[in-house]
């Protein structure tokens, strides 16, 4: 299994709704990462886990709660979102720290409405 | 600060070659990566390149000068599929930093 699973695929919320995005890896990577991208933009960094501990936050605001649960699972929790919160939101895991490139998943196109 | 700067858009002709540059200036540097990613779709790994010199991989061939923090994509024979947005990044400190990407137009 070489790929990074995103689901859903597609979300639609409310701004005093409640959701989670689930990401998924069996490639035995230890690093994960949240990413968020805007039309016509790079993606973003939001959150890094190392060895299912968060290393990296950049300071995202609290209404997006990452989780590890394990080494092949991450969750990224969404509570009072806003529009502008709308974009690709992309899960990648990397093999080592400092060598190779991400693997992607396809990524969650997430609508707030 | 960290950055990394490319061309905003490059037009070439199917068949031909075309190169796309990406200069950086970050901390903690590790290697120059680069990502393709078609409208509506992920980012896909295309290439990294920890040491300087070209690393080639099929059509594409990728290169680093740490020396003149200076990278670059090479497209060899286009195809109309290879219309896509590129993006180079720069490993370091456990995080990639994303350029802000290449659009590349290809004209039959």
């Known amino acids: 299994d070489t790929e990074v699973t995103q689901t859903p695929k597609h979300l639609v919320m409310g701004m005093t709704n409640k959701k989670s995005l689930k990401c998924e890896q069996h490639?035995?990577?230890?690093?994960m990462y949240w990413y968020k991208q805007k039309a016509k933009k790079p993606p973003e960094l939001m959150f890094v886990y190392s060895y299912e501990k968060l290393s990296i936050n950049e300071s995202v605001p609290s209404r997006f709660s990452p989780e590890c649960p394990n080494s092949s699972l991450l969750n990224l929790h969404l509570h009072a979102l806003q529009p502008e919160d709308s974009a690709l939101y992309l899960c990648?895991?990397?093999?080592?720290?400092?060598?190779?490139?991400?693997?992607f998943g396809s990524g969650t196109r997430l609508t707030v409405v | 600060g960290q950055s990394l700067e490319q061309p905003s858009e490059v037009t070439a002709v199917e068949g031909a070659i075309v190169q796309i540059n990406c200069t950086y200036q970050t901390s903690g540097f590790y290697g120059l990566s680069w990502y393709q990613q078609h409208d509506g779709g992920a980012p896909t790994f295309l290439s990294y390149n920890a040491l300087d010199g070209l690393e080639e991989t099929g059509r594409f061939s990728s290169f680093l000068s740490r020396s003149d923090s200076y990278g670059y994509l090479l497209l060899q024979e286009l195809q109309m599929k290879d219309s896509a947005s590129y993006f180079c990044?720069?490993?370091?400190?456990?995080?990639?930093?994303f350029g802000k990407g290449t659009r590349l137009h290809i004209l039959p």
């Open positions: 490639m035995g990577h230890r690093a």
């Open positions: 990648a895991s990397r093999p080592e720290l400092t060598r190779y490139g991400y693997t």
């Open positions: 990044a720069s490993l370091g400190d456990d995080k990639i930093i």
